[in-house]
């Protein structure tokens, strides 16, 4: 279907479940996002400072309009417990119309 606002799905890890709860709770209040889905127990493998990490976090997925990524990211950067906080966003290709128009109404 063809969205009258592109919708995206913005990727970002955190350290545990209550920094998931409180960014995801400020994202939708905020109307940043119109939903977040919180996933516990992700292993993450990354090169940080020169040395291959492995850490226990938790993965957000927040769907969204694109046009609201920029506030967004300045958002989580000024949340994040992370000095690189992960912000990886996707398009949304295909969306069902009735999500799509709740989507947009709630990023509104």
């Known amino acids: 279907m063809t969205v009258p606002h592109e919708l995206i799905v913005i990727f970002c890890t955190v350290p545990d479940d209550e920094t998931a709860e409180r960014l995801a709770k400020g994202l939708v209040e905020s109307r940043l996002a119109a939903c977040v889905k919180v996933i516990s127990g992700v292993r993450s493998f990354y090169r940080w400072e020169g040395k291959i990490e492995v850490g ?53």
């Open 56 to 108: 226990s976090e938790v993965q957000m997925l927040i769907k969204t309009q694109r046009s609201r990524f920029e506030a967004i990211e300045e958002w989580i950067h000024e949340q994040h417990p992370y000095d690189v906080p992960e912000l990886v966003a996707l398009s949304a290709c295909d969306v069902a119309e009735p999500y799509a128009k709740w989507a947009v109404e709630q990023t509104q």
